[in-house]
């Protein structure tokens, strides 16, 4: 699960389903729908994946299937995943794609962006001065319910580590475990990791936080 939720943050997300036939014809892949519920700020959000050797030539289709139907398609590469995206009458529609060989997968993700958000619900803990909250992805899975959160902080990434480790250690968080960029912490019952990253500026970083009920997130 942690796998899967980490490449949700990657999505933003149809005009059109994904995977259409035209895409997967003589294609060595398998596509199933992926269990549970996600929500993005509050809206479902449809998610589908596909595995097998000729992933990368599948998402070769999809991409040049999009701009023959005149899409403007943004292309990109982000934690080890090379990522399509396009906007088309106020929807948007995400496929990326990482690994090689039968090993290989593909996710595709839809999501209504015409429709309003929900309020989320109130953060888990206060940001240093230099961070701003984000989008918020929720839901089920098999493992029980999660909440993953990113942030942007306009300070490095080793000074945006050490300030929130600052900040979770005062309102009460404890630190299971830390390595490199990560923090594994806990408090009433919730345990979560926090991912310090790269962000899109020179002196920028991204964090995401994804909290489970205790015992998960190992």
């Not at 594994?184 to 899109?200: H, I, N, Q, W, Y």
Request: with cysteine; glycine share 8%; hydrophobic share 45%.
């Amino acid at each position: 699960m942690k796998a899967m939720l980490a490449a949700c943050a990657l999505l933003v997300t149809g005009h059109a389903a994904a995977m259409e036939r035209v895409d997967l014809g003589g294609l060595r892949v398998s596509v199933v729908p992926v269990p549970g519920v996600v929500n993005v700020d509050g809206v479902a959000m449809q998610l589908s994946m596909a595995t097998g050797r000729d992933v990368e030539r599948l998402a070769a289709r999809i991409e040049a299937r999009w701009r023959a139907e005149g899409s403007l398609v943004q292309r990109h590469q982000a934690a080890g995943w090379q990522v399509l995206s396009r906007l088309e009458q106020g929807r948007s529609e995400v496929v990326q794609w990482t690994g090689d060989g039968a090993s290989a997968r593909l996710l595709h993700s839809k999501l209504d962006a015409m429709r309003a958000p929900t309020a989320p619900a109130a953060p888990p803990f206060r940001l240093p001065a230099a961070c701003a909250w984000g989008r918020v992805i929720s839901g089920t899975a098999e493992s029980g319910p999660y909440e993953q959160r990113t942030a942007i902080c306009g300070v490095s990434p080793a000074a945006s580590l050490r300030s929130l480790r600052e900040r979770l250690a005062a309102q009460h968080w404890v630190v299971l475990r830390e390595s490199d960029m990560n923090l594994e912490v806990a408090r009433a019952g919730t345990e979560a990791r926090l991912v310090v990253a790269p962000g899109p500026g020179a002196q920028q970083s991204t964090v995401v936080w994804l909290a489970v009920p205790a015992k998960e997130v190992r």
